[in-house]
């Protein structure tokens, strides 16, 4: 099955764009070619661009101490394990103490690594971070494989709070919504969601046999998903065909 998720707000959607980032990030360091080290580099400054929201921090503790006064809230409660929702307490109260240990904006720290600035400065360019623009940059890149994923590793640390701190919010998240089949009928499925929940997260499954793409558009009372289907130069059709759906709601 493929796995699409829909954002319902903003602050979601940020993580969500993060969480792709960090996924991105440690495919690429844990690779030996100085090419992927490069596209790590910029995935870096990636997570930086998009982190730099004053209040991405702030958004993401919120979300974090919600969670954790839901999770307190089924303490005693007989159709829960007490291990389990310890554990998880015990997990969103050391994503939140780590988070709140930084200081300033995620990755704040690393702007004042000069010789990180200047790659960052020119690597958007076409080609600016060839050997005769940076030589400094072009010599790292020749150090051994070892060298260059310490180094790496090194900077991806400011950020590992944040990283972690998503983690667990989009993980409590996608575990607060239950699973139900539907049916899409013509190519079309709408459903009207509850006046008196905040859903925050759409989450989507379907066959990658019917070789379909979801069109997904939602806001905080109602969900319509379209179906469409490549033609053979790759433009999306809709289809008015009857297709299985798997969908879960994320409050």
């Known amino acids: 099955m493929i796995l699409y998720e829909y954002p319902f707000n903003e602050s ?3 993580m969500l764009r993060l969480e792709h980032l960090f996924e991105r990030l440690d495919v690429l360091v844990a690779r030996d070619a100085p090419v992927d080290h490069h596209f790590a580099l910029a995935t870096l400054f990636e997570i930086m661009d998009v982190s730099s929201r004053v209040d991405l921090k702030n958004d993401l503790l919120g979300d974090l101490e919600r969670q954790r006064a839901t999770l307190i809230s089924y303490r005693g409660n007989p159709a829960i394990s007490e291990n389990a929702l310890e554990q998880a307490i015990t997990l969103v109260e050391s994503a939140s103490q ?3 240990g930084t200081v300033g904006k995620a990755g704040h720290a690393l702007t004042a690594n000069e010789w990180l600035m200047s790659i960052r400065s020119r690597i958007n360019i076409p080609g600016g971070t060839c050997e005769f623009d940076l030589p400094a940059y072009y010599a790292w890149q020749q150090e051994s494989p070892a060298k260059r994923r310490s180094d790496l590793e090194g900077w991806i640390s400011v ?3 944040l990283s972690d701190g998503l983690d667990v919010s989009l993980g409590l998240l996608r575990d607060a919504g239950s699973a139900q089949n539907v049916m899409a009928r013509n190519g079309q ?3 009207n969601l509850s006046a008196g929940r905040s859903y925050q997260l759409l989450r989507l499954r379907i066959d990658p046999s019917l070789k379909l793409v979801p069109e997904i558009s939602g806001h ?3 969900v319509s998903i379209r179906l469409m289907r490549a033609d053979a130069e790759g433009r999306l059709r809709a289809v008015p065909e009857d297709a299985p759906l798997e ?3 994320c409050a």
């Open 12 to 14: 979601t959607r940020t």
């Open 98 to 100: 780590a988070l709140r």
């Open 159 to 161: 950020l590992r709070p």
């Open 189 to 191: 499925f709408q459903h």
């Open 220 to 222: 905080r009372l109602m």
């Open 247 to 249: 969908i879960t709601l």
